[in-house]
């Protein structure tokens, strides 16, 4: 089975841009979450996704949001970019939406704000 | 809500010597618990979770780790570090209800030398 899979996964943009990430879960695999790493903050949840409807939220902003589509791919944007949000971008993906399934991590998508 | 901390930023040792990387968490409800292992340039890879029963859990790699409900502790250990061991791990909580992200330690550099 293919693992997770992240486009692009090397981004450089400018502030105030704004920039749509793109992640490509198991096969089979029905719940979708982001996290965003950064060496000062770690790794933080950004929020998730289940038969295409938001099931959570991490404490970000309004101009971090999401969508999932029928085929359970996910896409995250993030509008008005600020220098803060370089990071990297972690998808993870799971059967469903159980506490206690493991989360399959694709290798992410490294953002640069200039 | 829920938190962990990782006590050592980063762990030096020698090949072929044990190591123990620690763990503490702090939650309002019950929770299961992870080590996940990030190589450079890489996502996050589980390496072994507690969900409940025997609190020695073996995982991949020739890890094992201890959950100590009194302590609330999810220490990390291996009897005989290699090279290719050199990674960030990090342990992680997730609530057995409600919200079902992952909430991560800061992480533990750890350096295998020769």
């Known amino acids: 089975k293919a693992g997770v899979t992240q486009t692009p996964r090397y981004l450089i943009k400018t502030r105030g841009q704004q920039v749509t990430l793109s992640c490509s879960p198991i096969?089979?695999?029905?719940?979708v979450s982001w996290y965003q790493q950064t060496p000062g903050q770690g790794l933080q949840f950004l929020f998730e996704?289940?038969?295409?409807?938001?099931?959570n939220k991490g404490n970000f902003p309004g101009r971090f949001s999401g969508r999932q589509f029928s085929n359970s791919r996910s896409e995250m944007n993030v509008s008005t970019l600020e220098l803060g949000d370089s990071a990297l971008y972690l998808c993870?993906?799971?059967?469903?939406?159980?506490?206690?399934?493991?989360?399959?991590f694709g290798p992410g998508t490294r953002l640069t704000v200039l | 809500a829920q938190s962990v901390t990782q006590l050592d930023s980063q762990v030096p040792v020698f090949e072929e010597a044990p190591v123990e990387l620690r763990c503490n968490y702090s939650?309002?409800?019950?929770?299961?618990l992870f080590w996940y292992v990030q190589y450079p340039n890489q996502g996050l890879q589980l390496l072994l979770k507690?969900?409940?029963?025997?609190?020695l859990v073996k995982g991949i790699n020739g890890f094992e780790a201890e959950f100590n409900k009194s302590q609330t502790s999810f220490h990390l250990r291996k009897p005989s570090v290699h090279i290719s061991d050199t990674a960030e791990y990090f342990c992680?909580?997730?609530?057995?209800?409600?919200?079902?992200?992952?909430?991560f330690g800061s992480g533990t550099r750890l350096q295998v030398q020769p």
């Open positions: 993870a993906s799971s059967p469903d939406s159980s506490s206690y399934n493991e989360q399959f």
């Open positions: 096969s089979g695999h029905r719940s």
């Open positions: 996704y289940f038969s295409e409807t938001q099931r």
């Open positions: 939650s309002s409800v019950s929770v299961y």
């Open positions: 507690y969900l409940s029963g025997s609190t």
């Open positions: 992680a909580v997730s609530a057995y209800t409600g919200r079902r992200a992952l909430t």
